[in-house]
Each structure stands twice: as structure tokens, then as C-alpha cells.
């Protein structure tokens, strides 16, 4: 084959293939938040996609963005390239049965050092206990703060609590509470929530205002890690 066909033939196969390529690949914006690498949408189809493992997300009605980790799904609340951070919140909090007074969040957030994303250094946290029996010591805490959102019913079967200052002892359990849940907030919303409330913790629906602003995950785009993803 003469050295000009050969050349055309291999520029007319780079463009076929590029143009096969999954529509994964390309920047793409899900509502009105934009999904670049690394980051990358599943196709529900294929689950094909091209960017670092585990930043695959979900686009949702083509409204809704989604991050699956581990066995919990978070809701996409913005992406800063430049500042290499995501910003998430639970999606428990759209849930229709979570209310604002008494969010009911299901699952811990926890990550190891080997993740993609890593909690940014503004988050702080929030300890919720749900369905706890026996009340007498942690109403005696200074540090809790009783939930008066939450209902009466088989699902409510005592009072439920917060912590401000993130995780408490192993005694929680000692409580009798049916679940403990840390949940990640953004620290500056935590503190201007109490201050609003004149240094006190809220007894309203704050709580859930907070969870629902959200918190930051930061990844690295200039790790090892991620040169020898890249360099595959």
C-alpha cells in the first residue's frame, strides 16, 4: 500500500474509534453540575466509562447526580476542578420520609486511606442516636441534644439524640440506642448553627438544614496513585 493510503487509513481509523468511544468519556453535565475527569458517568447500559475507579457517578432523570460508595449512595451538590474537591450531601435527606427536624440518616460514611477521596480538612461531625431506650444519662449530657422531630410508632421506639462534637465514647451503646450514626458536615455551618441559636445547640430543624448543605471530599490529581492509573 502506497505510504499516503496507509497514512489516511490510519487517521480514518483514529477518528472511527474515536468516534466510538463511550459518550462516558466526554465531559458531560448532569442537572446543572458538570462531570469532567477524573471523574466519569456510569452508563446504565454498559457501566462503561474512563477515569479513576470508584469516581464513576450516576446521572438521575438527568437532573440528579449521584456518588455510589460502597453500599450508600450521596447526592453530587458540585464538583471545584481547581480546588480537586466534590461536594456531596446523604441521600437520605430527600428521602420523603426524612424530615428536617429529625433527619434519619442510615449509613456511617468510612474511608480508608487508600480511597480516591478523602474528607477535606473544613468537615467536621455530627452523631445522631436513634430509638435510644434508656435516656437518663444522655439527657444529663450537656452535649446532647434531644431530637423533637421524631414520631411515635413501631419505627420511634424511644427518644432520639445528636451529638455536636462528632463521635462519643463506646459507651453510646450502653444507651440502648437501635442505631449511631456520624455524619460529616461542614464545620462552619455546624458552629453558625449554634451560634444562631445564641451558643446553644438548635432543638429545630436545623439539624437538617446542615446535613443538607452538605460536605467536602478532596482527591488528589497528582498522586502516584493516580499517575499509575493514568499511565494504564
Not at 460508595?69 to 481547581?82: A, K, P, S
Request: hydrophobic letters at 35%.
Amino acid at each position: 500500500m502506497p505510504p499516503l493510503l496507509l497514512l489516511l487509513s490510519v487517521v480514518l481509523v483514529l477518528f472511527a474509534a474515536a468516534d466510538a468511544s463511550p459518550s462516558a468519556c466526554r465531559n458531560a453535565t448532569c442537572g446543572d453540575v458538570p462531570v469532567a475527569y477524573p471523574f466519569w458517568l456510569i452508563d446504565n447500559s454498559s457501566a462503561l466509562g474512563y477515569g479513576y475507579p470508584g469516581l464513576g457517578l450516576r446521572c438521575v432523570d438527568n437532573t440528579t447526580l449521584i456518588l455510589p460508595f460502597r453500599t450508600h449512595q450521596y447526592r453530587v451538590l458540585d464538583i471545584e476542578y481547581g480546588k480537586h474537591t466534590i461536594s456531596l450531601t446523604d441521600a437520605d435527606m430527600a428521602h420523603p420520609d426524612t424530615n428536617s427536624s429529625c433527619p434519619h440518616l442510615h449509613a456511617n460514611l468510612t474511608i480508608d486511606d487508600n480511597s480516591w477521596l478523602q474528607l477535606a480538612s473544613s468537615d467536621s461531625n455530627i452523631t445522631f442516636l436513634y430509638n435510644c431506650k434508656s435516656n437518663s444519662s444522655l439527657l444529663s449530657s450537656t452535649s446532647a441534644v434531644k431530637l423533637t422531630g421524631c414520631g411515635a410508632g413501631p419505627e420511634h421506639i424511644g427518644s432520639s439524640y445528636v451529638f455536636l462534637d462528632g463521635w462519643i465514647t463506646g459507651e453510646a451503646y450502653d444507651y440502648e440506642c437501635e442505631t449511631v450514626v456520624v455524619a460529616p458536615v461542614i464545620d462552619a455551618h455546624k458552629k453558625a448553627m449554634v451560634d444562631a441559636h445564641g451558643g446553644l445547640p438548635p432543638a429545630d430543624g436545623s439539624f437538617g438544614e446542615v446535613l443538607s448543605a452538605g460536605f467536602e471530599l478532596t482527591y488528589s490529581a497528582h498522586s502516584d496513585k493516580c499517575g499509575k492509573c493514568e499511565r494504564t
